[in-house]
């Protein structure tokens, strides 16, 4: 009977380690995650709060310059399927300022409209066709690759904001959803709240491991060996 005992109770023991293993585990797991997503979180943010405060440094040095250019890096969201599939309708798109020389036929670019369509509009399509005035100047025939005719007005270099170098599909959805008070409160606010708790977690954590080192040191100074 007492063997009946001793092994119930091992066999409790073993069960409870294995629970507490599992648990541990999926702690370790939960917890790498976390980490991983919001270090994540927090590089996204520096890169792109870093690109644009490049870009608006640049734009007040050129304005006190008193040169008129496009931004260094412009972000636009797309409202109309004229460049689908290329481009569709919420994909969010990164402008790069581009010297208008350096443009070719194919390049998808970003620019102020003159056409009697969307005059005064920002625009984004394929350059179609380019030509070159008697004073040297290039200008661009351009086309939404969803629609049948070229523009009616060609584009000029002063009109261009930049060149598409990145597409971040449905990131408009995401914008604008942003945008609204829950949407601001879980993607921006929250997740912030999240990383500061969790460094400071981790300050407080590292700080407590070294008092208890402290503690065993000094524990240790008031020890005789005999």
Known sequence: MIIMQDTFVASSSVKLESKSSIFNKIKSIVHYSLKVFLNFLLTVLIIITSL?????ADTKINEYSGRQVAPLIGAYVIVSPSMVPTIK???AILVARTNPKNLNVGDIITFKSTDSRYNGYTITHRINEINTTSDGKRIFITK?????STDSSPVLEENIYGKVIL???????VQQFVFTSVGFILV???PL?????YNLFKLYRLKKDKNKKVEIISAGDDIEII
């Open 52 to 56: 644009f405060v490049i870009s608006f």
């Open 89 to 91: 309708v919420h994909d």
């Open 144 to 148: 939404g690759d969803n629609n049948v």
């Open 167 to 173: 597409k971040f599909p449905k990131l408009g959805v």
């Open 188 to 190: 921006i606010f929250l």
């Open 193 to 197: 709240i999240l990383l500061v708790c």
